[in-house]
């Protein structure tokens, strides 16, 4: 498809285990942003790459949280040690570097930590 | 820092009612601004957008005007229908990050 997509749509783990999230942007876009979505809420940055590198990380909550983005396609979202208060709905965007403002949000993952 | 300030829903219309959805903003300078919308079971869609002040974005019917004075780009649309309802969400942009507000549930009814 076009769009931006996410795997997996739906996660449930335990307290305390580790997470992998991944997101496929837009073919040819060479920005991502990942997003954390709690429940009421509208979603909160995490974390900008521009190509394969993290150009603003000042979002992640913690050092619990990493993303990578090695060959400047393909993104994973990584959590370790999950904790309750990790359950959201992490949105994955990308932008095509020539239109400055728009970004294309993928459909999430659902995170619930239990 | 910056923000963005929706009024509180849900929101509860009449099909071919008149819509306004309140957003207010804090920024620095003037930043772009953004409507998004949510419908049931998708993700994200950019509804419209207005990149600096006094431009209208408009799409789909909806409409929202870049105010300055007021800080503010109410959505507006003048019949809403019922496959309108969804959350809307409004956002601005500083550097790279989007920045939203807590979104508004708009249910239309038939």
């Known amino acids: 498809g076009a769009g931006v997509s996410q795997t997996p749509s739906n996660k449930v783990t335990e307290k305390g285990k580790y997470v992998e999230l991944r997101c496929d942007p837009i073919s040819g876009h060479t920005a991502l942003y990942w997003y954390r979505q709690s429940l009421g809420q509208g979603p909160e940055f995490l974390i900008y790459?521009?190509?394969?590198?993290?150009?603003?990380d000042s979002g992640l909550p913690n050092d619990r949280f990493f993303a990578v983005r090695p060959e400047g396609s393909v993104s994973t979202l990584k959590i370790q040690r999950t904790e309750r208060g990790d359950s959201a709905v992490y949105l994955c965007?990308?932008?095509?570097?020539?239109?400055?403002?728009?970004?294309?949000f993928g459909p999430g993952t659902r995170l619930t930590v239990l | 820092g910056d923000s963005v300030t929706q009024m509180e829903g849900p929101v509860t219309l009449s099909e071919e009612a008149f819509l306004t959805i309140n957003c207010t903003y804090t920024?620095?300078?003037?930043?772009?601004l953004f409507w998004y919308v949510q419908y049931p079971g998708e993700g994200l869609q950019l509804l419209l957008k207005?990149?600096?002040?006094?431009d209208k974005g408009s799409n789909k019917g909806f409409e929202a005007t870049y105010r300055k004075e007021t800080t503010s780009f109410h959505l507006e649309k003048g019949s809403v229908q019922v496959s309108d309802s969804a959350v809307y969400f409004c956002?601005?942009?500083?550097?790279?990050?989007?920045?939203f507000g807590a979104g508004t549930i708009l249910r239309v009814k038939s």
């Open positions: 920024a620095t300078g003037y930043p772009s």
């Open positions: 207005a990149t600096k002040a006094d």
């Open positions: 790459f521009q190509g394969t590198g993290a150009a603003d």
């Open positions: 965007a990308s932008r095509n570097q020539g239109l400055a403002d728009t970004q294309y």
């Open positions: 956002a601005l942009i500083r550097g790279n990050k989007l920045v």
